[in-house]
């Protein structure tokens, strides 16, 4: 079969001109459905890890504040006069919480000597052991009187053996009230809990408060603290009063993500994910 030069180069007719840029546009769209779903498919998995990452990070946050404050609650009352209210609780929703024990089981009791509240030495009776105690250490001076209490720093100890007594120093701090024969020196740990919303409204936290110590933050993204403290006899109360006997208390925790879960807001929820957790335990160290 021959052809000839016009039959080779005859023109393209309109028809088949525009039957190719039809595919090419076709092909087009087609291929853009494909890489929009696959990005649209992207962005689903990229928003529920950060989802997933965001509501890992609020349990910890809450279990790490629930096992803190449990801990404490073990030991609540231990070491300590009744003098002392070994829990305070305040319900101002969110809670307050204060939580005492004797840290190294030490206690001082005022001796006769001593009857001024200015920087001078506190002395202690005869034969008192100073040993749990040293320069430097934050302890709690419970005045007998009138039940009341406050922190001094320990500046120096010492053995006044001419005198018949032992001294403890607290160089540069006046006191509230005239130590006088009864009162306590202890070595005491203290820990307060509360929400704080004030400071960053969009960043509540846990506050931790350690002795005289400025609070600081424990959780971050904790915005509610409940607690329920329930007696031998079945009552329970938010606000135990002192000489109460505490069987057990029951903490609440509630904290939320830290960003918001655009896929959990479009679906009709809140766009941040709440968590939860509630433990009970055991008040071993009342006083009876």
Not at 113 to 134: E, R
Request: with cysteine.
């Amino acid at each position: 079969m021959k052809l000839n030069l016009r039959q080779i180069c005859r023109p393209i007719r309109g028809s088949e001109r525009g039957g190719g840029l039809i595919e090419i546009l076709l092909a087009l769209f087609l291929s853009g459905i494909v890489v929009a779903a696959g990005l649209s498919f992207i962005a689903v998995q990229h928003n529920s890890f950060l989802a997933q990452d965001n509501i890992v990070d609020t349990q910890q946050n809450v279990r790490a504040a629930i096992d803190e404050m449990t801990s404490h609650f073990r030991r609540a009352g231990s070491g300590l006069p009744r003098e002392i209210q070994y829990v305070v609780g305040r319900n101002t929703n969110p809670d307050t919480v204060i939580v005492r024990y004797s840290a190294l089981g030490g206690q001082l009791y005022v001796g006769d000597p001593t009857s001024n509240k200015q920087a001078v030495p506190i002395h202690v009776l005869v034969g008192s052991d100073l040993s749990p105690f040293a320069v430097g250490q934050k302890v709690y001076l419970i005045h007998a009187s009138n039940g009341q209490g406050e922190w001094f720093t320990i500046t120096a100890l010492k053995d006044n053996a001419g005198m018949g007594w032992k001294e403890v120093h607290h160089q540069g701090q006046d006191l509230l009230y005239n130590p006088d024969l009864g009162d306590q020196i202890i070595a005491m740990s203290e820990f307060r809990y509360f929400v704080d919303k004030s400071t960053d409204t969009a960043h509540p936290c846990l506050m931790r408060q350690e002795g005289a110590d400025a609070p600081q933050i424990f959780a971050d993204y904790i915005e509610d603290l409940q607690c329920m403290y329930f007696k031998p006899n079945g009552d329970s109360t938010t606000t135990p009063a002192l000489g109460d006997t505490l069987l057990s208390a029951r903490v609440t925790v509630r904290g939320h993500t830290h960003s918001k879960d655009m896929v959990w807001e479009d679906a009709g929820h809140e766009a941040k994910r709440r968590r939860t957790i509630t433990a009970e335990v055991a008040v071993r160290n009342n006083l009876q």
